[in-house]
C-alpha cells in the first residue's frame, strides 16, 4: 500500500466486482490484471511478479477489494509491501495454511507462504475457521505465532470473550493488517463460491470496530465475491447474490472511512434498489 494513495483499489480478476454498480460511486481506481495467464487458484511465478510488479507501478490504496476467493493469495503480494512489523488478523472460513503438493502459490496455502518468507510478519490471528482445518492445523503445528478461533467456538462464546482472547493473543502489537474472504459470513448475509460460516455481518463490524480501537490497522483487503453465471446476469437470484455482496462490501468501506483508513464516505441512497 502507498501512503500517499488514500482511495479505494478494485482489481479486477475475474469481472465480479464490476456488476456492484452502486459500489462504483466511491472514489476508488482499477487495476486491470485480468490478462495475466495461471492465476485462478494458483499462481505461477510469472503471474505473480507481474502481478507484483503492477501493483508497484499503480500504487495500491489502504483498502483493497480482491474478487472472487480464487484470488485470495494476492494477499501475500500486498503484505510486502508492508517494510514495518505487523501482525495479520485474518477473518477466513478456511486456514489458508495448506502444504501444497506443487511449489506454486494458492489461495489455499499462502498463510503459510506469509509465514515463511516475510520478514516484518510477527502474528497471525485466523478467525472464524471451520473445524476441519483448525484440527488439521492443531495436530500438525506447534507455532506460537498462529492463533485460531474456529467458527463453533466463536458461535458459541459471547464476543467479550472472544475479544478477550485475540487482545491477548496480539498483546504488545502496534500494527495490523486485516484480510476478510466473505466466506466466513453465514450464506444469508454473503453468497460465494465456497463453503461457508456462521458468523453475522454484525459481528464482524463490531470484531473489526474493537480491533481498531486496540491496534493501527494499517491496511486492509476483502475478497470473497459470487462468481455468477453471467448468461443469466439478470436472474433475480444471481442480482440478489451480487447486491448481498456488495451491501457488505460497502459496511466495510463504510468501517475503514470511520476509522480514517481512507477518506469518509457518505451514506449511499438506493443501496438495496
Known sequence: MD?????????????TLLEQKTLQKIPHHWLD???????????????????ERRMKEQKIGPLVFIGNGNYHY??????????????LVL????????????????????????????????KVLIIGVNET????????????????IRE??????????????????????????ISIDKDVLYKTESV????QGSMSLVQLLFMLGQL???????????????IGNWANLYDSIEMEHIKMNEIVNWSIIHFAGEIGLIPPVKTLENMVQ
Open 33 to 51: 490484471l485480468s490478462d495475466i495467464p495461471q492465476t485462478n487458484g494458483y499462481c505461477e511465478q510469472f503471474a505473480y511478479d507481474e502481478i
Open 133 to 148: 482445518d483448525y484440527s488439521s492445523f492443531s495436530a500438525n503445528h506447534t507455532t506460537n505465532k498462529v492463533f485460531m
Open 212 to 226: 481498531a480501537s486496540h491496534f493501527e490497522i494499517c491496511g486492509m483487503d476483502v475478497c470473497g465475491e459470487y
Open 192 to 195: 460465494t463460491n465456497w463453503d
Open 91 to 122: 477473518f477466513d472460513h478456511h486456514s489458508d495454511m495448506m502444504d501444497n503438493d506443487v511449489p506454486l502459490l494458492s489461495c489455499g496455502s499462502w498463510v503459510n507462504h506469509v509465514l515463511n518468507t516475510n520478514p516484518f510478519l510477527r
Open 3 to 15: 501512503s500517499s494513495r488514500q482511495d479505494i483499489t478494485f482489481l479486477n480478476f475475474d469481472q
Open 74 to 87: 494476492v494477499t501475500a503480494i500486498l503484505l510486502n509491501q508492508l517494510k514495518e512489523p505487523f501482525s
Open 152 to 177: 463453533q467456538k466463536f458461535s458459541e462464546t459471547p464476543l467479550s470473550q472472544i475479544i478477550h482472547e485475540t487482545r491477548m493473543f496480539l498483546n504488545g502489537e502496534k500494527k495490523i493488517y
